[in-house]
């Protein structure tokens, strides 16, 4: 996507009104391997220099956690950002099998990204000032993300394919998204 686009984007996400207290609440969701990660960085610096982007990926407590962290979301980040004050998550390390005792900060801010799977979930939308979904053909998401793991992943990634799948199905998620890219190269 060209920087003209991103900047497209962030001057929509601007011209709205914040839901979530004084907070523009920007969600970019889209299946493993769609290129969330990646795109919400992109479209952070096209909203400005110092916005926030909180990775759904680090609020997981492990892999069968994909759906059920969201009271630990809205507990840490969301409720605080709400009420004006700084948010603040334990990252989760997926090495070690357990939250991190430090705490990641995630001030106050006039637009914060939500970036990850599950991050435009029906719960979230009264909140969400903007929502973006992104998909690429399945192929080609098996091979981003074996690139990205060194296929040591595989196993696990089959059964979170089939969570994400149900969620996404039962939610609607991209149905209701303000807008849908492919991302396939």
Not at 24 to 34: K, N
Not at 117 to 122: N, S, W
Not at 145 to 172: I, M, N, P, Q, V
Request: avoid cysteine; aromatic fraction near 8%.
């Amino acid at each position: 996507m060209s920087g003209a686009a991103l900047a497209d984007i962030a001057g929509e996400i601007w011209a709205r009104s914040p839901r979530l207290g004084d907070t523009r609440l920007v969600a970019v969701d889209g299946p493993s391997g769609a290129g969330k990660t990646s795109f919400a960085a992109r479209l952070a610096g096209a909203i400005g220099p110092g916005t926030p982007v909180v990775h759904l990926d680090d609020l997981l407590d492990g892999w069968d956690d994909q759906v059920t962290f969201w009271p630990r979301l809205e507990e840490w980040v969301l409720a605080p950002l709400r009420e004006g004050r700084a948010g603040r998550y334990r990252r989760y390390d997926w090495v070690a099998g357990h939250f991190a005792p430090e705490w990641t900060e995630v001030p106050p801010a006039p637009v914060v990204v939500l970036e990850g799977v599950t991050a435009a979930r029906k719960e979230a939308r009264p909140e969400l000032t903007f929502s973006i979904f992104l998909t690429a053909p399945l192929e080609e998401r098996i091979r981003r993300t074996d690139r990205r793991d060194g296929g040591t992943l595989s196993a696990y990634l089959e059964k979170w394919r089939r969570g994400e799948e149900a969620h996404f199905a039962a939610d609607a998620t991209a149905h209701h998204a303000d807008l849908i890219l492919d991302t396939t190269t």
